[in-house]
């Protein structure tokens, strides 16, 4: 059968047009003449049954159809022209992974450690983009994603990486101005439970769990300043704006440089943990088994390292 799509000369001439709204400017940039852009818009525009441009003396104007859709066209070209760059790149070599990924943990763990993957592979490209919400990957272009949680989605496999441990780290600052009140022994949960609580919007309940592995109840453990990101969180921290709970991966280095302290060095091991999630089709690819086996070696050396749990 064949399919309802306008042709691509159409679809590229309408989307110069559109971007400039102005035939003659759309011309110029496609090294073609005014009447055969004005040919191909309204060839499209009979094709679809749809007015796209408000035609006048003074020139045209998107109609609210011609707006939406040159939203679309102008995502689907770009989509279309990253395709073939990537292509020609390669030059037919290699392959391509397209992987979700949850922002802090890309940035701080899968990043420093991605050149090792890329030394080996030097015909592969890695793209990532951060999604922090589940997805349908029928409804995607991603080969995988690198996500939180409990387990696997429904017609996908799960590759356990390593859970979370989440430690309290604060400013040093922040640290003196309570031991100036209460003398310099070392920080209590009692004491941390008087600060101002961090909390961090896709763990609500981290800071409850926390007070609960040891032992207490605390009635303020949801309160305080949310944020979506762990980097905002220890952004949050740096600025002396409370305790964070946050994976010391995530801030080696500002505990590392001493921007940043442990409040109290007692470590909650989440029931959740970070997985690699793919549908069962990409076990199949060579390119993703090479990338799957890389990245769950690295996790295993990183437990062994870290003693990150399992």
Not at 9 to 31: G, V
Not at 120 to 136: A, C
Not at 173 to 189: I, K, N
Not at 202 to 219: D, E, H, I, N
């Amino acid at each position: 059968m064949r399919r309802k799509i306008p042709t691509t000369n159409a679809l590229i001439a309408f989307e110069a047009a559109a971007r400039h709204e102005s035939f003659t400017r759309a011309a110029e940039e496609l090294a073609q003449t005014h009447s055969a852009i004005c040919r191909q818009v309204a060839g499209l525009e009979d094709f679809l049954g749809v007015k796209l441009f408000r035609r006048s003396k003074r020139g045209i104007k998107l109609t609210e159809a011609g707006i939406s859709y040159s939203r679309q066209v102008t995502a689907r070209l770009d989509e279309v022209e990253r395709d073939a760059l990537s292509v020609m790149a390669r030059q037919g070599q290699g392959g391509t992974i397209d992987l979700a990924v949850v922002p802090a943990f890309a940035t701080k763990w899968l990043l420093p450690r991605l050149p090792r993957f890329l030394a080996g592979h030097p015909d592969v490209f890695v793209n990532m983009e951060t999604r922090t919400r589940p997805f349908l990957f029928t409804e995607t272009d991603y080969d995988a994603a690198i996500w939180f949680g409990k387990g696997g989605w429904p017609g996908t496999q799960a590759c356990f990486l390593m859970r979370e441990a989440l430690l309290p780290v604060c400013s040093p600052r922040l640290l003196e101005r309570v031991c100036a009140r209460r003398g310099p022994a070392p920080l209590t949960a009692e004491d941390i439970a008087t600060l101002p609580l961090l909390q961090l919007s896709t763990r609500p309940y981290a800071w409850r769990s926390w007070f609960a592995s040891l032992g207490m109840q605390v009635a303020r453990d949801l309160t305080g300043p949310r944020f979506d990101l762990f980097s905002m969180l220890a952004q949050a921290a740096l600025c002396d704006m409370g305790v964070a709970l946050m994976p010391p991966m995530m801030v080696a280095d500002e505990l590392a440089s001493g921007a940043l302290c442990v409040a109290m060095p007692h470590q909650y091991l989440s029931d959740k943990a970070y997985y690699l999630i793919f549908p069962e089709h990409q076990a199949e690819s060579q390119t993703f088994r090479a990338f799957r086996d890389w990245l769950l070696a690295e996790a295993s050396a990183f437990h062994e390292t870290s003693g990150a749990g399992d």
